[in-house]
Structures are given as C-alpha cells and as structure tokens.
T-cell receptor, first 112, second 117 residues
Framework: AQSVTQPDIHITVSEGASLELRCNYS??????LFWYVQSPGQGLQLLLK??????LVQGIKGFEAEFKRSQSSFNLRKPSVHWSDAAEYFC??????????FGTGTRLQVFP | IAGITQAPTSQILAAGRRMTLRCTQD?????MYWYRQDLGLGLRLIHY???????GKGEVPDGYSVSRANTDDFPLTLASAVPSQTSVYFC????????????????FGPGTRLTVL
C-alpha cells in the first residue's frame, strides 16, 4: 500500500540551530512529493514540491528538501531555524493521481 | 482574493443530528477535497471532486456525503453525526486535471472544528 512515514512525532530545536525533518515513502514508482506546514489554528500551506529534475528543491521561508531515490526519502531542511518556524510539518505524496497521501506530521518546537 | 472559505469555524453537535460543512473557493479550481485531521493520524481524504458534477470517495468516506453542483462550492454533509466524527475538517482545492496526474498545489481553507457529543 502507498504510504508516507514521518518517523519523528515531535522535534525540539533551539533558535538558530539547523533542522532536518525526515520523510520516507513506500512504493516503486517515482512519486510527486510535497511538504506542507500548518501553523497553530491554521490550514496547511505548501512549502515546496518535487516532481522531477534537480533532486534538491528550494521552497519558501528558507526551507529546502532533497529527494533521494535510493533511500525513498524526501527530508526537509533549514540551516537556521527561527521561532516563527514552530508549527506542524506534513510530508505528502501523490502517485499519478489527483489525491495526496499525507504523513502523520512532525510537530516542531523552537526554544529561544 | 479570499481563496478558500469554510463555515462554520467551529460547531458542537448532538449525536444523530444532520450537519453540513460549507466550503467555497474563488480561484476557479477544478478539483476540491475534504480531509479530516485527527491527532496522530495526519490528514485523511474523505471525498474529492475532480470537476463540477463529479465526486469520488477517498480513504474514509463512510458517514459523509458531498455534492459539487458548481465550480465554487463543495459542501460536506454528515447525515447522522456520531462521536467518532469529532475532528477538524479541512477543505482544499487545486487547479486539477480531471482524471489526470496531480502535480498541483493544494490550497487549504482554515478548517472547521467539529465536536459531536
């Protein structure tokens, strides 16, 4: 079955530290990959997406993600976290359909 | 441009009652979606519509129905609410290609928090 795994339920980092949020997908075909962010009490906003080409994708708010086919991963990174980055982050995958499959999310807490 | 609006913002509902969650988009998107968000489960697709006049079942459709009479509106109805339908409901839309692959960004509404007692 198609699935997306976000192994980390909750991550805490200090402001200014680097960040990496993990995402793994299962399925043989190359998927379309997305990262969304949800601020408290808000809907989801797209950070970045990967379809093909360069495996390092730049997104909004200083985020980037790298597609690694050999590891079935699409990890999200940011070199220096800001307090405003505290939110919940969702990885999602689409396999040639109109439907997204979401991971269970990673909650990021940022300490000053 | 408002994007996607949802109403109500929140609702407390007695079990067995009928409830319709409203969703309107002003982006002229073809595709629309309803998700529920539950702690530890992420977002799960309830129903979707690739274009006006068509709908499809998602991962968790039981107990819910939708209609797509026009491009802009995509209401979600709970015919007889049960406590397990307590959740936060998100409507989303994308430009969409009917029956085609989705590389589209989905745009989400602010959500409706529903509590069924």
């Amino acid at each position: 079955a198609q699935s997306v795994t976000q192994p980390d339920i909750h991550i805490t980092v200090s402001e200014g530290a680097s960040l990496e949020l993990r995402c793994n997908y299962s399925y043989g075909a190359t998927p379309y990959l997305f990262w969304y962010v949800q601020s408290p009490g808000q809907g989801l906003q797209l950070l970045l997406k990967y379809f093909s080409g360069d495996t390092l994708v730049q997104g909004i708010k200083g985020f980037e993600a790298e597609f690694k086919r050999s590891q079935s991963s699409f990890n999200l990174r940011k070199p220096s976290v800001h307090w405003s980055d505290a939110a919940e982050y969702f990885c999602a995958v689409s396999y040639n359909t109109d439907k997204l499959i979401f991971g269970t999310g990673t909650r990021l807490q940022v300490f000053p | 441009i408002a994007g996607i609006t949802q109403a109500p913002t929140s609702q407390i509902l007695a079990a067995g009652r009928r409830m319709t969650l409203r969703c309107t988009q002003d982006m002229r998107h073809n595709a629309m979606y309803w998700y529920r968000q539950d702690l530890g489960l992420g977002l799960r697709l309830i129903h979707y519509s690739n274009t006006a006049g068509t709908t499809g079942k998602g991962e968790v459709p039981d107990g819910y129905s939708v209609s797509r009479a026009n491009t802009d509106d995509f209401p979600l109805t709970l015919a007889s609410a049960v406590p397990s339908q307590t959740s936060v409901y998100f409507c989303a839309s994308s430009e969409g290609l009917a029956g085609g692959p989705s590389t589209d960004t989905q745009y989400f509404g602010p959500g409706t928090r529903l509590t069924v007692l």
